[in-house]
Structures are given as structure tokens and as C-alpha cells.
């Protein structure tokens, strides 16, 4: 147990209760040399390159890499790249897709079937859920509202009480 007692004397050197100087830190072992690693991030530079429309036999170059392998890679990933234009397209119209599939899980979920079967509980929780929602979307505080109010009526209450001598 005692063998396992350490104190640090700077960020670098630790001693242990033998009295044993070890120097620590310096560069990670393993994971810096380990070659998929090195391989992945040349990788992620040939699509990065790709992207801005460098030639493949430049990107070749650039990254280290065999022509073959960068073709391969590219392959592998021209799909996406098809895909980026209309990616900016969708952020324009994301938040109006969202609300469209919002408003069709709401519809679906407030048909008079299902809220005729649901419980008590979930019909609160459900209405609650649905509030929060709504003041969120105006901007709004969604702090419990009700019992805020509630304790300010209480406090003119006893306000009020208390000055007619009750």
C-alpha cells in the first residue's frame, strides 16, 4: 500500500514513498506513432483538398499518399460531395421541414383517439410539455408561471391580512 503513495514535486517528477524519482510527462506512447492514425489524417486532408477542387495527382502529392490510393478514397466519397449542394439548400429550408414534421407528429399524437386512451398523467405532462414548447418559441420565461403567480397572490393576501390587523 505504501508503495503506491506518491508526491508530486513538479508537473515532470513524481517520488514515491521509497524515495524513487520518476520522471514523467514528455510525448504520449503508442498512439502518436500508430501508422492508421497518421493514415486517417492524411486522409481527411485528401477529402479537405478535394473539397476546394485540387487536382487528384496534386493531392497525391501534397498528402504523401500513392495516386491509386487518394482515387479510391475520393470514390469512396463522391457521393457526398453530389450531395453539398444540396445541403445548402436544405439549410434554407431546414427549419420549415422541421416544423412541417413537428406538426405532423402533433397531429398524430393529438388525434381525439389517442388523447381519449391516454391517462391523466400523460395528458399534464403532455399539456405541460406543449407550454414550455409555446413560451420557448415566444420567447418567453418557462418558469412555473402558475406558482409564481400563485405566490404573489399569496403574499398580497397576507400583505393585505395583516394590514387590517388579521
Known amino acids: 500500500m505504501e508503495d503506491t503513495v506518491k508526491d508530486t514535486i513538479s508537473e515532470d517528477i513524481v517520488l514515491n514513498s521509497r524515495g524513487t524519482v520518476k520522471k514523467t510527462g514528455g510525448r504520449p506512447k503508442g498512439k502518436r506513432d500508430d501508422p492508421r492514425i497518421q493514415r486517417d489524417r492524411k486522409i481527411v486532408k485528401v477529402i479537405e483538398l478535394a473539397s476546394k477542387n485540387v487536382q487528384v495527382a496534386d493531392i497525391a502529392e501534397a498528402v504523401a499518399l500513392p495516386l491509386n490510393t487518394v482515387k479510391r478514397t475520393l470514390k ?56 414550455k414548447m409555446e413560451r420557448l418559441d415566444q420567447g418567453k420565461s418557462t418558469e412555473n408561471v402558475a406558482n409564481s403567480i400563485f405566490g404573489k397572490v399569496n403574499l398580497i393576501g397576507s400583505i393585505v391580512n395583516n394590514g387590517n390587523g388579521e
Open 76 to 131: 469512396k466519397f463522391l457521393p457526398l460531395f453530389k450531395e453539398l449542394e444540396n445541403v445548402v439548400e436544405f439549410r434554407d429550408v431546414k427549419a420549415d421541414i422541421l416544423s412541417a414534421a413537428q406538426l405532423a407528429v402533433l397531429k398524430s399524437a393529438l388525434s381525439e383517439r389517442k388523447v381519449d386512451k391516454a391517462g391523466f398523467l400523460s395528458l399534464v405532462q403532455g399539456a405541460e410539455i406543449l407550454n
